[in-house]
C-alpha cells in the first residue's frame, strides 16, 4: 500500500494510452454487465418463496388445453392445500389484433394467491361489484394511456359473446401495483378480469378452466402435494400436470430462448478481445520503463516487489476500468427499461453480476500483468541501464 | 484552433460513417477501384504508395500490436454475425414456409392459428369461392387443419422436463397444398389411427421422436410412424390425422384454419374479395406469405437490435484498441515519418499510408471474424417459441454473403476511425518536435 502513488504515477505515465486502454475495458465489462444481469434475471424468473409454495396445474396434454370446473373441490380436499383459485385465458388485444394484452379471466380469490401483485382494498372491492370491472398492471395502463374509470373496448382473439361479436367492454376499477419492481415487473403489464363475466358471456367455455393454482402449507411439501393432485385425474380424459411456479416458469422460459450458450458465447469472444488488448498496453508500458525499473532494483528493491508492482498495476487498471464499467451498466439497464415503457426489460446488475465481475477483473489483472512483471523481475540492472535490455 | 480542428475532423468522421453505411457493395467496389487509381496515377498517389510500402513492409516486425487490432475486430465482427444469423436464419425459416399462391383463413381477429375457429360451413363456403385451385377430380384443393399443443419431454434434460410443440391435425389435403413436404423415414399415418408423423426439427428437439416408436399425449399412446422434411416453419411441428387429432382434443368438427391453394398468385385479390363479400363469413384471408412474414417480424427486429447493440458496444472497445495500437505505431516511427516530410513529402501521402495500413489490417480482422463466424455458425441450430405458434420453432442460423459483407463494413469503418487520428497527427506533428522525439 506504501508504494499505491508510485504505481498510480506508473499507471498514468501515458495518459492517452491508459485513457484509450481503459475505454476498451469499460465497454467490455460494461457489456458484461449488461448481459449478465439478462442471464440472471432469466435462471431467477419465478425464484421467490411465493413461487415455491404455489403448484399450476395445467392440462398434460398441453396448456391450451382446459380443465374441467369440478376439479376445484377435489384440490381443495387435497392434504396440505390451503388456497385454490383458477384461471383461463382471454386472449385479449386492444385495437388492433396484434396489440396483444396479458389478459385473464381469473376466479374471486385470485389475488389473496399474489402478494407480489398489490391493490388498494377500495380498487378489490369494486373488481368484486363490478361484473365488467377489470384490473389493470400500471404499466399496461401507461402503455395505453388508461385510467381508473375508463370504459375499454378489448376485443378477444380467441373468444367471441353469445352474439359472436368478440367486442367486450370492460370498466377499469383499478390498478395493480408491483410489489417489487425487479423480481415480478411482469405483473405491471396484467389486465385481470372477472371469470363471472367471462364464462356467463362466451358460449364457447362452459364451466371449464384453464389452469388452477394452489398454495400449499408448506414449500417442503410442495411435490408430494403435486403427486396427490395429479393422482387425482390420473387415466381420465383430462389428466393434470401440476409443477410449482418456479419449475414452470424456468421450463418456460428455456423454450422462449437458450441464453445461457447465447451469454456465454458472447462473454467469450468479448474477454479474449480484452485480455489481447490490455495485454499488449501492459507490456508497451513496461518496456518503456525498463531503465526505470533497473533504477528502483539499483536503490534496493527486490526483484519480488518489482513484480509486485507491475501486477499491482495491471490489476488497478483493470478494476478501474471494471467498476466504471459495471457501475454504468448498473444505470444503464433501468434507464433502457424506463425509456422503453417496459416493453424492453434490461434489468440491473445485481450483487452476483457484481461479485463475478471484480473476480473477473482481478484474475484478467493477474493474466495481463504476469508476462511483464515476470519480464521486470528478472531485469539484468547492468544490461538495463546500458540500454541493452 | 485545435479545437476547431478536431471539431472538423469530428464532423467529418460522422458524415464518412453515414455514407459508408448506406454505400452498396458496388460503390465499395468503385471507391477502391478510385483510390488504386489514384495511387498509380498522380504523383501524389505514387508517394502515398511508397509510404504504405515501407509502412506494411514493417508489419512483421510489429505483428504482436498488429495483432491487437485484428483479432479486437474479428471479435466485433464474428459477435455481431452471428447474432444477425439468428435473426436471418429465423426470419427465412418463417419466409419460406409462405408462398403467394396459398393463402390461409382464420376467423375474423384472430392473430394465430391456434385462437381461429372453423365450422364444418365455414369449409365448404371458403371451397366454393372463386380463386381456388381445383384437383383432377374437380374438388377444391383446400385443407381444414386443427393446430394444437402437445407437451413432450424435450431432448438431453436429466428430469422429466417438458416442452411444447405444435400439432397439426391434417388430412391428404395437406400435403397437396403444400408441395414441399416429404417423407424421409417410414410412412405416412393412417387415417384413423393414432400415429403420427414428425417433422426432422421436431424430431431434433423432443424424445422419442423416431419411426417405430410410442409417445404419450396425454392419457394415450401414439406411434411414429415416420419423419418428414420440408425446409421450412412446418419441420417444427408434428403431423397427424385431422379427425383423430379433433377427438383427442374434444374439437369436434370445427378445424382452426384454412388453407387452400390460389389457381395462381393474381387471383388472392378477388379469392379475398370474395369471402369478405359473403355475408355468412366472418373470416380474414392472408397469402401464407404475409401471414408467415407478418409472424417473423417482431422476433426478427428483435434479434437484429440485440445483434447491433451488443455489436456497437463491442466496436466501441474495439475502436479504441485500435487508436491505442495506432497511436504506439505512429509514436515508434515518428522519426521515420517526420524524416519523410523533411525531405518533401506533403501530409497527406502520410495520412493515407497510416489509414491503408490500419484499414488493412482491419480487413483481415473482419476477414477472420465473419469466416469464424461462418465455420462455427452457419447452418447451428437454435430454437425458440414462435410467435403465433404453440410450439418451439427450430431454425438454422444462416451466414448469408449480406451478413458477411456488413461485417466486413463494419470492421473497416472500426479501422478508419481507429487510423484516422493517428494518422492526422503523424501528419501534423511538428517536424522538428517530431524528430527530436526518441
Known amino acids: ?144 394511456n388508461w385510467k381508473v374509470g375508463d370504459k375499454i373496448p378489448l376485443q378477444s382473439t380467441i373468444f367471441p359473446d353469445r352474439n359472436g361479436s368478440k367486442n367486450w367492454q370492460f370498466e ?8 417489487d419492481k425487479k423480481s415480478s415487473g411482469w405483473y405491471d403489464q396484467l389486465f385481470l378480469l372477472n371469470w363471472k363475466y367471462f364464462d356467463d358471456t362466451t358460449p364457447y367455455n362452459q364451466g371449464a378452466v384453464g389452469w388452477y393454482v394452489t398454495r400449499v402449507a408448506d414449500a417442503n411439501q410442495a411435490d408430494r402435494v403435486a403427486k396427490a393432485i395429479d393422482a387425482i385425474s390420473a387415466n381420465s380424459d383430462h389428466e393434470t400436470r401440476t409443477q410449482t411456479e ?7 422460459m428455456k423454450q422462449v430462448a437458450d441464453i445461457g450458450l447465447i451469454v456465454s458465447s458472447i462473454m467469450g469472444a468479448v474477454f479474449f478481445t480484452l485480455l489481447l488488448l490490455s495485454g499488449n498496453t501492459m507490456m508497451q508500458a513496461v518496456r518503456e520503463r525498463t531503465s526505470e525499473i533497473a533504477v528502483l532494483k539499483t536503490i534496493g528493491f527486490s526483484g519480488r516487489s518489482v513484480l509486485a508492482m507491475v501486477l499491482a498495476e495491471s490489476v488497478l487498471l483493470l478494476v478501474i476500468g471494471g467498476v466504471i464499467g459495471l457501475a454504468l451498466a448498473s444505470v444503464i439497464g433501468p434507464a433502457v427499461s424506463a425509456g422503453s415503457g417496459g416493453t424492453l426489460r434490461l434489468p440491473a446488475a445485481g450483487l452476483n453480476s457484481w461479485a463475478t465481475g471484480v473476480g473477473l477483473m482481478v484474475l484478467f489483472g493477474v493474466i495481463v500483468g504476469a508476462l511483464p512483471a515476470l519480464n521486470a523481475m528478472r531485469l539484468n540492472i547492468t544490461d538495463a541501464l546500458a540500454g541493452r535490455a | 484552433m485545435k479545437f476547431l480542428k478536431n471539431l472538423g475532423l469530428v464532423l467529418l468522421l460522422v458524415l464518412v460513417l453515414v455514407a459508408w453505411v448506406m454505400l452498396p457493395w458496388v460503390g465499395a467496389l468503385g471507391l477502391a477501384v478510385l483510390l488504386a487509381l489514384w495511387m498509380f496515377l498522380t504523383r501524389r498517389g505514387a508517394q502515398a504508395r511508397s509510404v504504405t510500402g515501407v509502412g506494411v513492409s514493417t508489419l512483421p516486425q510489429r505483428i504482436g500490436s498488429s495483432a491487437v487490432i485484428v483479432v479486437g475486430i474479428a471479435g466485433v465482427v464474428g459477435v455481431l454475425v452471428a447474432l444477425l444469423a439468428m435473426a436471418e436464419g429465423y426470419s427465412e425459416t418463417l419466409r419460406k414456409s409462405g408462398s403467394e399462391d396459398t393463402a390461409i383463413v382464420l376467423r375474423g381477429a384472430s392473430a394465430a392459428e391456434v385462437a381461429s375457429v372453423m365450422t364444418r360451413d365455414d369449409i365448404t363456403q371458403i371451397g366454393q369461392a372463386p380463386g381456388v385451385a381445383k384437383s383432377a377430380k374437380g374438388e377444391p384443393l383446400l385443407s381444414a387443419e386443427t393446430v394444437v399443443a402437445a407437451n413432450l419431454p424435450v431432448k438431453g434434460t436429466k428430469t422429466d422436463e417438458e416442452g411444447s410443440v405444435q400439432m397439426r391435425g391434417v388430412g391428404d389435403e395437406a400435403f397437396a397444398v403444400r408441395p414441399q413436404i416429404r417423407i424421409v423415414a417410414g410412412r405416412k399415418f393412417q387415417a384413423g389411427l393414432k ?32 419423419v418428414f422434411a420440408s425446409g421450412d416453419s412446418m419441420e417444427s411441428e408434428l403431423w397427424a390425422d385431422a379427425p383423430v387429432v379433433a377427438d383427442t382434443y374434444r374439437r369436434g368438427a370445427s378445424r382452426n384454419s384454412v ?44 434479434l437484429r437490435i440485440i445483434g447491433i447493440v451488443v455489436g456497437s458496444i463491442m466496436a466501441v472497445g474495439a475502436v479504441f484498441g485500435a487508436l491505442n495500437t495506432m497511436f504506439a505505431a505512429v509514436a515508434t516511427r515518428a522519426r521515420e515519418i517526420a524524416t519523410l516530410r523533411a525531405i518533401g513529402f506533403p501530409g497527406l501521402p502520410v495520412v493515407v499510408a497510416v489509414m491503408l495500413e490500419t484499414m488493412l489490417l ?29 410450439g418451439k ?30 494518422a492526422v497527427r503523424a501528419a501534423s506533428l511538428p517536424v522538428t518536435t517530431a524528430l527530436r522525439e526518441l
Request: hydrophobic content about 50%.
Open chain 1, 172 to 179: 377499469v376499477v383499478g390498478l395493480i401495483h408491483a410489489a
Open chain 1, 246 to 252: 418456479q419449475a414452470a416458469m424456468a421450463s418456460w
Open chain 2, 195 to 226: 400415429e403420427l408423423i414428425v417433422g426432422q426439427g421436431a424430431a431434433r428437439q423432443f424424445e422419442g421422436l423416431e419411426p417405430g416408436k410410442q409417445i404419450r399425449l396425454g392419457s394415450q399412446m401414439w406411434t411414429v410412424t415416420g
Open chain 1, 1 to 144: 500500500m506504501k508504494y499505491l502513488h508510485l504505481i498510480w504515477a506508473a499507471l498514468f505515465r501515458r495518459k492517452l494510452r491508459t485513457v484509450l486502454t481503459l475505454v476498451s475495458i469499460i465497454t467490455a465489462f460494461l457489456l458484461f454487465g449488461l448481459l449478465d444481469a439478462v442471464r440472471t434475471s432469466f435462471d431467477q424468473a419465478g425464484q421467490s418463496a411465493n413461487g415455491a409454495s404455489r403448484l399450476q396445474t395445467g392440462s398434460r396434454l398441453s396448456f391450451i388445453q382446459t380443465l374441467p370446473m369440478a376439479l376445484t373441490q377435489r384440490l381443495q380436499s387435497v392434504d396440505g392445500v390451503k388456497l385454490v383459485t383458477y384461471a383461463n385465458w382471454f386472449g385479449g388485444a386492444y385495437q388492433d389484433p396484434h396489440n396483444q394484452v396479458f389478459s385473464f379471466a381469473v376466479a374471486p380469490n385470485y389475488l389473496d394467491m399474489y402478494p407480489e401483485m398489490v391493490v388498494t382494498d377500495q380498487a378489490k372491492q369494486a373488481f368484486a361489484t363490478t361484473r365488467i370491472g377489470a384490473l389493470v398492471g400500471e404499466g399496461l395502463a401507461k402503455r395505453f
Open chain 2, 393 to 422: 420453432l427450430s431454425f438454422e442460423l444462416r451466414v448469408s454473403g449480406q451478413l458477411l459483407w456488413e461485417g466486413l463494413k463494419w470492421a473497416l469503418a472500426i479501422g478508419f476511425i481507429g487510423g484516422l487520428f493517428p
Open chain 2, 362 to 390: 482491419a480487413a483481415i480482422g473482419g476477414i477472420i471474424g465473419g469466416g469464424i463466424a461462418y465455420l462455427i455458425f452457419n447452418g447451428h441450430s437454435a430454437s425458440t417459441m414462435a410467435a403465433g405458434s404453440v
Open chain 2, 259 to 302: 388453407t387452400v391453394k390460389l389457381t395462381d398468385a393474381s387471383a388472392f385479390k378477388e379469392f379475398k374479395a370474395a369471402l369478405e363479400a359473403n355475408p355468412q363469413l366472418k373470416v380474414d384471408a392472408t397469402t401464407t406469405l404475409a401471414f408467415f412474414a407478418k409472424q417473423s417480424e417482431q422476433m426478427t427486429k428483435i
